[in-house]
Each structure stands twice: as C-alpha cells, then as structure tokens.
C-alpha cells in the first residue's frame, strides 16, 4: 500500500522570516556542498591526469579542471570570512 502524501505540520514555518532569515538558514549547506565539489573537482581533475597518457590536450584540461576547482572554492571561503567579517563589525549573527 502507497505511503500517503501529507502535508507540512506548520505550512507558515516561514512566516514572518526575512531573506537575510532564509540565506542564514542555507549558508552551511552550501558551504558544504561547495568542498564536497572541490573534492569531486580534484578527484575528476586528477584521474584526467592518470589518463593522459601524454597528450597535451588532456593534460590542459586535468589541470584546468584542478585549478577551477581551487578557484572556487577559494571564491566560496573569501565569501565566508566577509560573512564573518560583516557579522563581526555589524554585531549581528548570520549563523
């Protein structure tokens, strides 16, 4: 027998929450999602490498691949400590 579809216990959970409220709420998620993607990025990027076998194309793109990730994981850690910097100075709490 299917499991029936119900609705939300609280259907106005974010009534009265501000966006500031609800990128609070994602903040850690994303944060997390962005290493498990550098990782991903590195992991892909290296295996690119091992398989190479010499040609230059591939090895452009191994480590194109690499360095993008670095790239934005860095651009994802700068945006943290300007959060914490701006929670910091504003005296507010972000998360």
Do not use: C, H, Q, W
């Not at 991903?40 to 990027?45: E, F, K, R, S």
């Not at 010499?54 to 191994?62: I, Q, V, Y």
């Amino acid at each position: 027998m299917p499991t029936p579809i119900s609705l939300p216990a609280d259907p106005t959970k974010f009534a009265g929450k501000t966006v500031g409220d609800l990128i609070s709420a994602t903040l850690p998620y994303i944060y997390v999602f962005a290493g498990l993607g550098l990782l991903l990025m590195l992991i892909y990027g290296g295996i690119e490498l091992m398989t190479a076998a010499g040609n230059p194309d591939k090895l452009k793109a191994g480590y194109g691949r690499i360095s993008s990730g670095l790239i934005g994981f860095v651009i994802v850690f700068i945006s943290y400590m300007l959060v914490k910097i701006v929670e910091t100075v504003l005296g507010v709490k972000v998360f």
